[in-house]
């Protein structure tokens, strides 16, 4: 947040931050059904209880709020990749299902990869990419963390390959998509994985 509004919410009381929650979650729904361009303070203002000026006083600017809903969207991301590689044991297991969850919330929601791309494209116009590094850098650490644990070599460096080669394969997905199982040879060589062995869930450093 700003420094302005970040001065202001120390002082505020338990029901005024629960009205930022509110603006926050509100802006995340209209992001996720109408797209960057529709998330206007008119808009949010609409679907939710307060006002324009209601929000504004909460938040020193528009780019605020859409930081913090897309934030939001990350954390259900990471989530969501977390609950799904919890359910093996294996380290190489683990991995692929965090990798196949990923690729999966962007194939349920088509919209999805072409919001995110919209969020990237604006922030670099604007000048102010701290916000959605930290994003791109909480989804790396996942990856790296996934990967040493197999292990495989440079597992830092992987990681960030590996996440370039997703960031492709979103926009990919959103105009020619194709199974999981076409993209884990690929996958498996990005990370130094055995492409052989790919196919059948297991693998090992090469």
């Keep these: 947040m700003g420094s302005s509004s970040q001065s202001r919410a120390r002082q505020w009381s338990p029901n005024q931050r629960a009205r930022q929650e509110q603006i926050i979650e509100a ?16 808009a949010v203002a609409e679907a939710g209880p307060l006002t324009k000026s209601a929000i504004h006083y909460y938040f020193d600017d528009m780019d605020e709020i859409i930081d913090a809903a897309m934030a939001r969207h990350m954390s259900g991301c990471l989530e969501r990749i977390a609950e799904a590689s919890s359910r093996h044991e294996s380290p190489l297991d683990r991995f692929w299902a965090a990798v196949q969850a990923y690729l999966e919330i962007f194939a349920q929601r088509p919209n999805a990869a072409f919001l995110w791309f919209s969020y990237w494209v604006d922030v670099g116009q604007k000048g ?20 040493a644990a197999i292990p495989v070599d440079d597992a830092s460096a992987r990681a960030h390959a590996l996440f370039s080669y997703l960031l492709g394969t979103l926009m990919q997905q959103a105009v020619r998509p194709l199974p999981f199982a076409e993209l884990r040879p690929q996958i498996a060589t990005v990370c130094g994985l055995d492409p052989a062995l790919s196919a059948g869930g297991a693998g090992q450093c090469r």
């Design 27 to 42: 802006a995340k729904e209209i992001l996720a059904r109408d797209g960057l361009a529709a998330c206007t303070a008119r």
């Design 128 to 147: 102010r990419v701290e916000p959605i590094d930290r994003m791109h850098q909480a989804m790396i650490g996942v990856l790296r963390d996934l990967l």
